[in-house]
């Protein structure tokens, strides 16, 4: 019998442009529903899409944590992070009371936060392992802080309280500018990349790739804030490219923090969501580190009095 030749690994275009194509998908069924004008579709669309976005990236997350042989619970880690989506929505939309000032939905964040360390410590209690406590708990925290807390932001932008339902606007704003950095630096790094930032890290990360990523974000800050014009509440050629550069660079940080935990676990891929493309979290590691940043810069500057 002749033996079957193994199928070729896909090369670093196709990995790209399929996670790109996946990209848009997602974030086209999110931004539609956000957009469609129907409160059921902009709201409950919204959040069960972003809940399961919390749920299945910290599965992938701490399945990374067991391959790399640590301690964790998963379970507790899992119910954390979607309780947090669905207790933030519950707020952010009036439905746990006022909402009237941002603070308001940090406090429930900080609550929920102390609660949630203290149920671990109650689930070590009752471990088997008498040794694992101190890992266990540390990772399963982590978790919920890199995936549940950080995507979370995404929602405090949409449901941003003075913002007249704009908030919308941030979020398509901030997805469009993380994305044409990931566009600029894989188009940059590919035709002129010469030389390696991190490479025992990511050995195709070059530092002209890093700053096609920012000439990508800033040009389309510009461009996007350009198009927009009031639906961006205090958005000015200046702040479009400041801010446009920091979301450019904090988009190669977020990617490069997920292949340092693919790299440790000796994985390409977080996941197997996407066949032939990954996980859910290759799909969002450069939106965890902007969505707050987004926030930030939105609370702190463009809406400030």
């Known amino acids: 019998m002749t033996a079957t030749p193994p199928s070729a690994l896909p090369t670093r275009r196709q990995v790209f442009f399929r996670r790109l194509l996946s990209f848009v998908v997602l974030w086209a069924v999110v ?23 919390a749920g299945f990236g910290l599965a992938e997350f ?3 944590v067991e391959k790399r042989g640590l301690a964790c619970f998963q379970g507790c880690g899992i119910a ?3 309780l947090l989506m669905l207790g ?11 909402f009237d000032t941002p603070s308001r939905i940090n406090d429930f964040e900080s609550l929920f936060l102390i609660v949630f360390v203290l149920g671990l410590c109650v689930r070590q209690f009752v471990s088997r392992s008498q040794t694992t406590g101190l890992v266990a708990i540390s990772t399963t925290l982590f978790g919920l802080m890199y995936v549940p807390w950080l995507l979370n932001f995404i929602q405090k932008i949409h449901f941003f309280p003075t913002l007249a339902g704009n908030g919308k606007f941030y979020v398509l704003y901030f997805i469009v500018v993380t994305k044409f950095s990931d566009c600029g630096a894989y188009l940059v790094g590919s035709l002129v990349g010469r030389h390696k930032m991190i490479p025992r890290v990511s050995p195709g990360k070059t530092w002209e790739g890093f700053g096609g990523a920012i000439l990508g974000s800033v040009l389309a800050s510009l461009l996007f804030a350009a198009l927009a014009g009031d639906h961006l ?32 676990v000796g994985v390409k891929d977080s996941g197997r ?7 859910i979290l290759d799909l969002l590691d450069s939106l965890l580190f902007n969505a707050p940043l987004m926030y930030l810069y939105l609370r702190h500057v463009l809406t400030h009095p």
Do not use: C, Q
């Open 31 to 53: 931004l539609g529903a956000m957009f469609s004008g129907s409160a059921l579709l902009s709201n409950y669309v919204f959040l069960v899409i972003m809940m399961a976005l």
């Open 62 to 64: 701490y399945g990374l």
């Open 80 to 82: 954390g992070g979607v």
């Open 88 to 98: 933030t929505f519950l707020h952010a939309t009036g439905r746990l009371g006022l």
């Open 233 to 264: 509440r205090g958005m000015n050629p200046s702040h479009a490219v400041l801010l446009g550069a920091l979301l450019g660079v904090a988009a190669v940080v977020g990617d490069l923090i997920e292949s340092t935990f693919k790299r440790e």
């Open 273 to 279: 969501f996407f066949p032939g493309i990954g996980g």
